[in-house]
């Protein structure tokens, strides 16, 4: 029982490294599964390109298979010079003559119309009945199958079959034409015109276009095509050092290539091919979470972040995938640009560009093309991270995607002239596809909302929002406590001017500039900047009341802030503005209060944590820095300075930026920074005459 006990604390305690654990050996598992069940050649060539290798001998005897390209013309060929076969129906023959015969035996005989004639006409268009049916009477709709008419078709009357000229058969009007020519003119008019009636109405196709048993002889053609053109017999030869890959080179490459993958994947590599796609997935994935350990300790820790870039990344090899098997000629229309768009965002961007490259690397496995693909990708990437940036203005998303754009079409363009060594091959299609990728980048947008709701994170969209002034929660503060509100305005200004100079991010330290002293809204008097009667109720209260009054504002801006839906970047904020720091006001008049008695310098501190990034720490110094310039009798520029090293200093002295990734070199810059601001609200004007 002990020991389970201990078992359980120990999870207990690592409970975020078995997530991670468990995350990481389920995405490896997934982007595996994914993977083509297929051996990989062990050359990389492609078309126009130099053989880089040792010369190549034929390892063992192979087939050189036909392209793709060469078996469709070949079945295009066969499709475009088959015959058409037609059926002749004999049973319509017996038919039409035995009607012909019945109907000329059922007119009355009289004397315009003997028995004689009767028998005379039977015999005429017996005879004429055999003149239509001798080739055939081929029926409408069957009628324009064969374009030129003097091609060959072939016939088939019961089981034999017989090619003729495709004219010879005739059609309605041929058939008019044989019975008005071959009518007796020494009949009396009455029998012509009566024998003419019969014949065109009995007489009827036997003829018809037999489109199964034609695509029945062109599908069996069609199978009897050859998939190869030639043999390779181990030891041969293949291809040079230095060669120019292309031809009939690329042709016997191509087989090689087809023949070895398939010897490479049987039963008995089947385990080794998938511990070697394992391992390199699980390499890479390893790499990203070292990385983050190692430069954005602060997103290692967050298992939700974690999750969120591992998502991202099977999301988009998983898309990518799709497409391939769909097909493979719509590669290039995934737009994975919005990866690095999402996770610079989010994060930032070299977090960004390094997830990007692992995932384009990972995806090399999948595509055909895999160098072309990948050095596209890459560059596109690269272009993004340089060029995406303030998404909250509606024109710069629009213009990035443009670059981007346009440097995968220069890439393209470039890959394809160097393959086949002029511009007049380049397929155009592709620069249709890398439009309809720059479309589809917009689609960052919404997963940017989407994702800021599913995993509670923040992007410069939503700052750039809860930075109105005109928000429910900032109108609320600046009525219940307008000098707290004066006092943000003033920080956040600070702040953002402090973070521009540094490379930090503005957009974020001014937002939560502006909502880290919320929690003053619940008791705004007992704040000096809110005091406007000249009556200070601190007065009425013991030091130690007083100093819990001031530092729990930290604890009720949190539960404001939450109360409120603000983002826990935002609330990072209202819990690190003060750190550990003491109210020292407080706990000096505490000790002058009781002498001979210890005071406990704890109930006197905000309980933090310190800061723990460069946007937190500098709006610790932005805030106490405002707050004790208003304590200046006389500004100078010379109190000012004082004052702010003074502060900072003191800062520094106990630790309060110890958990943040900030140097030396840029808190210098902070306090220049504020220093040259205070200066600038404070400065003296000219004394106007009453």
């Known amino acids: 029982m002990i020991n389970m006990s201990k078992l359980v604390n120990k999870l207990y305690q690592n409970n975020t490294i078995i997530f991670k654990v468990i995350l990481f050996i389920i995405t490896t598992v997934a982007i595996v599964y994914l993977f083509p069940k297929g051996g990989q050649f062990k050359y990389d060539f492609d078309n126009g390109q130099l053989w880089k290798y040792d010369n190549l001998y034929a390892p063992f005897d192979f087939a050189i298979q036909k392209s793709e390209e060469e078996i469709t013309a070949e079945k295009k060929q066969i499709e475009a010079n088959s015959k058409l076969y037609f059926t002749y129906n004999s049973s319509v023959v017996h038919q039409v003559k035995n009607n012909f015969e019945r109907r000329v035996n059922s007119l009355p005989v009289s004397d315009s119309l003997t028995a004689r004639q009767k028998s005379n006409f039977i015999r005429k268009g017996l005879n004429i009945i055999d003149k239509v049916y001798k080739v055939g009477f081929l029926e409408v709709v069957s009628q324009d199958k064969v374009v030129n008419k ?74 009897n095509i050859s998939y190869t053109k030639g043999k390779v017999s181990a030891g041969e030869l293949i291809i040079l050092k230095g060669d120019i890959v292309g031809g009939k080179k690329l042709a016997i490459l191509s087989s090689l290539k087809s023949e070895s993958e398939s010897k490479i994947w049987t039963e008995s590599n089947y385990n080794w091919i998938i511990l070697g796609y394992t391992i390199l ?111 909250y203005k509606r024109a710069s998303l629009f213009i990035s995607v443009a670059q981007i754009t346009g440097i995968y079409m220069i890439t393209y363009f470039a890959f394809s002239i160097i393959k086949e060594g002029n511009a007049s091959q380049i397929n ?13 980048s917009f689609l960052a947008v919404i997963l940017i909302y989407m994702y800021e709701k599913i995993f509670g994170l923040v992007s410069d969209v939503t700052l750039l929002e809860l930075s109105n002034t005109n928000s429910k929660l900032l109108r609320e503060l600046n009525e219940k406590a307008p000098g707290t509100f004066q006092h943000s305005m ?51 209260l013991s030091p130690r009341d007083s100093a819990k009054i001031i530092t729990d504002h930290v604890i009720k801006g949190v539960e404001i802030a939450k109360k409120y839906n603000l983002p826990d970047r935002i609330i990072d904020f209202i819990r690190t503005h003060h750190g550990t720091s003491t109210a020292y006001y407080f706990y000096r008049k505490e000790k002058e209060l009781n002498i001979d008695t210890e005071v406990d310098i704890k109930k006197f501190q905000y309980k933090g944590p310190n800061p723990f990034s460069k946007e937190t720490a500098i709006l610790m110094m932005c805030d106490a820095a405002e707050a004790a310039s208003k304590s200046l009798k006389k500004p100078t520029a010379q ?29 210098e810059i902070i306090k220049k920074v504020i220093k040259k601001k205070l200066l600038n609200i404070y400065h003296l004007r000219v004394e106007y005459p009453e």
């Open 490 to 540: 003033q920080v956040a200004n600070l702040a953002e001017a402090a973070a521009n100079e540094i490379g930090a991010n503005s957009m974020l330290v001014r937002t939560g500039a502006l909502y880290h002293d919320v929690g003053k809204m619940i008791n705004p008097m007992y704040f000096t900047e809110n005091q406007t009667t000249g009556v200070n109720p601190h007065h009425e």
């Open 150 to 223: 003097d091609e060959f078709v072939s016939i088939r009357v019961d089981n034999e079959v017989k090619d003729i000229p495709f004219k010879n058969l005739f059609n309605s009007n041929d058939v008019l034409k044989i019975i008005t020519q071959n009518l007796d003119e020494n009949f009396e008019v009455y029998g012509t015109k009566q024998i003419f009636t019969i014949l065109t109405e009995v007489i009827k196709p036997n003829t018809r276009y037999d489109a199964d048993f034609t695509e029945k002889v062109i599908a069996n053609e069609i199978n």
């Open 428 to 440: 155009l299609d592709y620069f249709m596809l890398f439009a309809a990728n720059g479309l589809l």
């Open 281 to 391: 997935v699980a390499l890479a994935l390893l790499m990203l979470l070292l990385f983050l350990k190692k430069n954005r300790l602060d997103i290692y820790n967050n298992n939700n972040k974690v999750t969120f870039i591992f998502f991202n990344v099977f999301s988009m090899i998983f898309i990518q995938t799709l497409v391939i098997k769909y097909n493979s000629d719509y590669l290039y229309v995934v737009p994975l640009s919005v990866l690095p768009i999402i996770l610079k965002t989010f994060f930032d961007a070299r977090l960004g560009l390094f997830t990007h490259v692992l995932t384009v690397l990972l995806l090399g496995y999948v595509v055909p093309n895999s160098f072309e693909f990948i050095y596209l990708h890459i560059i596109a990437g690269i272009v993004t991270i340089l060029s995406v940036s303030d998404l």
């Open 639 to 667: 109190s000012i300075s004082d004052l702010i090293d003074k502060i900072v200093d003191k800062q520094m002295a106990d630790n309060q930026f110890l958990n943040a990734d900030i140097t030396f070199k840029e808190i």
